[in-house]
């Protein structure tokens, strides 16, 4: 795809004391090289170092602030009310995206313009033991996705017509917003 027909994409990430992990995180996506990117960082008003590591890459950020907040859902909500890119997703203080995902994104977006969401695979990485998820046959998929989400919610993308239509995130959910979300698009696209 030549550079003007890249969808926009936007990223947000919701952090609050990360200092350990928004340095790889914040990495990861800009490192992608993708030259239609919207990355807007919304922490809660971190009280360790992560300000600070924010602030050294603020040149690349599309937006950030650092505010207290009501938790990640309403965090991530913000971030969503800012964002101006086609498709959308957010990527935790403590998750990477692995290199070149969003120029594949970008593909399979543009090559389907009737698709909605978009979903990968994850690799667990850190203090757990390594750990990839698996592709799992077709015949297979229905199944899994009427018996329980397993949509892994960093590699799942999706139109920010979705919000427009479904609204946004339940910020009474602090821990499963993303299945909450998932679920309203699959009882409304294919």
Known sequence: LVVTELPRITIITPSFNQVSYIEDTIRSVLNQ??????????DGGSTDQTVEIIK????RISYWVSEKDRGQSHAINKGFER???EIIN????????MPGALH??????SADPELMM???????????HPYFSTNLPAKDLDIRYVSHICMPQPATFYRSKLLLEQGMLDESLHFSMD????VRAGLHYK
């Open 104 to 109: 594949k994104l970008a593909a399979a977006f």
């Open 33 to 42: 090289d993708y030259p239609n990117l919207e990355y807007i960082i919304i």
């Open 179 to 182: 299945t909450d979300l998932f």
């Open 83 to 85: 964002a101006s890119g």
């Open 56 to 59: 050294k890459y603020s040149d």
């Open 118 to 128: 978009l979903h990968g695979r994850i690799e667990y990485f850190g203090e757990t």
């Open 90 to 97: 957010w990527i935790n203080s403590d998750d990477q995206l």
